[in-house]
C-alpha cells in the first residue's frame, strides 16, 4: 500500500526555520517525481518544490526561491523541505505528493502526482 507521512510542521516566529519530513512506503520515492505542495485558507494548492524522477532536477517557487530547500535520502525513502526565514504568508498546510507515472516534476498543477500524504501545518507568526 503506498503511503506518504509528513511531520515537521509547527508554529515559528517570522524569520524562523522548520524542516518538514516526507517517509514514503509502498514504493521507492528514487524512482519517482516528488512534489511539496501548500495551501493556505481560501486558497488553491500551490507548488512549492520538486525534485524529477529522471535526472533529479530541482525545482521551487519563486516566492521560496533562496530560503526553501528541498532534498531526499534514498536510504531512508525519505524527502525532506527545509524553510529559513520563514514568513507569515508562508503559513499553510505543506503536503509531500508522489507522481509515479514518469513524468518531469511539475509545480503548476496538481493533476499528475497520483498520491498524496495528510499534510502538515506550517504557521509562521509575525
Known amino acids: 500500500q503506498v503511503q506518504l507521512v509528513e511531520s515537521g510542521g509547527g508554529l515559528v516566529q517570522s524569520g524562523g526555520s522548520l524542516r518538514l519530513s516526507c517517509a514514503a512506503s509502498?514504493?521507492?520515492?528514487?524512482?519517482?517525481?516528488i512534489g511539496w505542495f501548500r495551501q493556505a485558507p481560501g486558497k488553491e494548492r500551490e507548488g512549492v518544490s520538486c525534485?524529477?524522477?529522471?535526472?533529479?532536477?530541482?525545482y521551487y517557487a519563486d516566492s521560496v526561491k533562496g530560503r526553501f530547500t528541498m532534498s531526499k535520502d534514498n536510504a531512508k525513502n525519505m524527502v525532506f523541505l527545509q524553510m529559513n526565514s520563514l514568513k507569515p504568508e508562508d503559513t499553510a498546510v505543506y503536503y509531500c505528493?508522489?507522481?509515479?507515472?514518469?513524468?518531469?516534476?511539475?509545480?503548476?498543477?496538481?493533476?499528475?502526482?497520483?498520491?498524496w500524504g495528510q499534510g502538515t501545518q506550517v504557521t509562521v507568526s509575525s
Open positions: 505528493a508522489a507522481d509515479v507515472r514518469g513524468h518531469k516534476c511539475n509545480l503548476a498543477t496538481v493533476r499528475p502526482y497520483d498520491y
Open positions: 509502498g514504493f521507492t520515492l528514487d524512482y519517482n517525481s
Open positions: 525534485i524529477s524522477s529522471s535526472d533529479n532536477s530541482r
